[in-house]
């Protein structure tokens, strides 16, 4: 796009003459990124100053610098300066990539736990109704037939624009993205015109960012906040604070819960270790739906998305369709088979409530001892470590304390943390995250539970001064190799 088409209405000042019709072939506030005959926006910040980083920029190719006022100049560059940076470049962003989430269906997935599960679900349906989707999310970014890794649960503003606008090139139906509360707050999904949002649940996470539940709160509610009367907001009104979102959101309300009145719940729930199998009623019918997944929590999981499906116009054939066909999420209570007859599950819980969930989920299916693997990942909430032990001690029959993601931090002294909330002594501590889980195999008799829990999908581990490839379905494999 032509320099001056591009500012029109966004940068008023003059522009010199030989840069009017420069053609603009990236924008970008990342250095490393593609640079060549690009617009890199410095944008100010904490931890990194984006002005830092403008002669890198240049090196790699761009050629129009905006920053704030006062900087020195550049030869044979553009300088605009501008009182905002950040404001300019959600402006410049919509505008070069055409605000594309006005040309597809664009659902938001927020809450603390079964994001990234209701995502899959949500693909699932959709495929199961002939249409395309793409997904941004934990795992992985879905983007037509590239699979993107994915560095955040949600990305930056300007890959969001990007991926949104390559899904509108491929004509793809719609998106379903996880929305973090850090990426609320930080205005990444900024211009997005969500059609539908879903809240699943609030619990304790992320208070080093957020310092209060309220700030926490606050975060989430934004998606809502700032919905189009003609979107629809899918929320779980069995959390406390799914009832306070009722009041906050503009547009159709669908609500779900599990055995009291809404507008899509779940009733004679059997439960066993190979899957659940309940009722849906919703108004206009009633269907049974027989899934692979384990635990209420993903009971839950599968309200809102069916509930989603409801709002589409979707028939509940295509909806129980699309969720029975979807066996199982990436390191969600994923299971690993294996000849020694233990049940053997890896699965991303990492919160004391998504520890309460998993293995509540567990203890309904089966009488078996229940052995974890957790540790805590370092540099994030210090609060939940003693509470990740209480749910661990009270549920789990016995736990290896071990490391997640230690990160900057001693190993050792996130264990002696997290064990300080263990009231009983039905634990030991293994630092090396490979050696507990081998530890756990061999205390493993057979139809005996073993919970790896923390890490799921993730096939690396982050220590201060370096990351590892560490692939715990692999890690696993070879313990069980040794065992034999």
């Not at 929305?179 to 930080?186: G, I, K, M, T, Y």
Request: with cysteine; charged share 25%.
């Amino acid at each position: 796009m032509r320099l001056h088409e591009l500012i029109l209405g966004i940068y008023t000042k003059p522009l010199h003459e030989s840069y009017k019709d420069f053609n603009v072939m990236t924008v970008s506030c990342d250095s490393r990124e593609e640079q060549k005959d690009g617009l890199f926006v410095a944008l100010p910040g904490g931890k990194f100053n984006g002005e830092d980083f403008i002669k890198d920029a240049i090196a790699r190719g761009a050629k129009i610098i905006v920053r704030k006022p006062g900087g020195p100049p550049f030869k044979d560059i553009c300088v605009l300066e501008v009182d905002d940076p950040k404001a300019f470049l959600h402006n410049i962003g919509l505008k070069f990539y055409a605000s594309p989430s006005k040309k597809i269906k664009t659902i938001g997935v927020t809450g603390t736990n079964g994001k990234t599960t209701i995502t899959y679900l949500i693909e699932s349906i959709i495929r199961a109704a002939g249409k395309r989707c793409g997904v941004i999310g934990t795992i992985n970014h879905r983007i037509g037939g590239e699979i993107i890794p994915s560095k955040n649960t949600t990305p930056g503003f300007l890959d969001n624009q990007r991926y949104l606008a390559q899904l509108v090139a491929s004509k793809i139906d719609y998106c379903v993205m996880e929305a973090s509360s850090h990426a609320l707050v930080q205005e990444r999904l900024g211009g997005i015109n969500f059609s539908a949002a879903i809240f699943t649940n609030l619990t304790q996470d992320h208070l080093d960012y957020h310092k209060t539940m309220e700030n926490y709160f606050e975060a989430k509610a934004l998606l809502f906040k700032n919905l189009s009367s003609k979107s629809v907001s899918i929320i779980n009104i069995d959390d406390d604070y799914g009832k306070l979102l009722l009041g906050m959101t503009k547009g159709r309300v669908l609500t779900y819960a599990i055995g009291r009145p809404a507008d899509v719940c779940a009733q004679g729930i059997t439960y066993h270790l190979n899957g659940t199998s309940f009722e849906i009623s919703f108004t206009g019918g009633r269907v049974r739906i027989n899934t692979r997944f384990i635990g209420k929590h993903n009971i839950y999981n599968i309200l809102a998305a069916f509930a989603w499906g409801l709002s589409q116009g979707f028939s509940a054939d295509i909806l129980c369709r699309g969720i029975e066909k979807l066996v199982h999420v990436p390191g969600r209570l994923e299971p690993v088979d294996n000849a020694q007859g233990i049940y053997i599950f890896i699965d991303y819980a990492h919160t004391d409530d998504g520890l309460i969930n998993v293995l509540k989920a567990l203890k309904a299916v089966s009488k078996a001892r229940v052995i974890l693997v957790f540790g805590c990942g370092g540099d994030r909430d210090r609060t939940k470590r003693p509470k990740m032990a209480q749910a661990a001690c009270s549920l789990a029959d016995f736990s290896i304390v071990t490391s997640d993601n230690p990160r900057s931090e001693d190993p050792q002294a996130i264990i002696n943390e997290i064990i300080s909330g263990f009231a009983d002594p039905n634990f030991e501590v293994c630092v090396d995250r490979k050696e507990a889980i081998g530890r756990a195999l061999k205390l493993a008799k057979k139809n005996e539970i073993v919970l790896i829990a923390g890490k799921g999908h993730e096939d690396y581990q982050i220590f201060k001064d370096r990351t590892i490839v560490f692939n715990e379905r692999k890690i696993i494999n070879e313990c069980l190799q040794l065992m034999k």
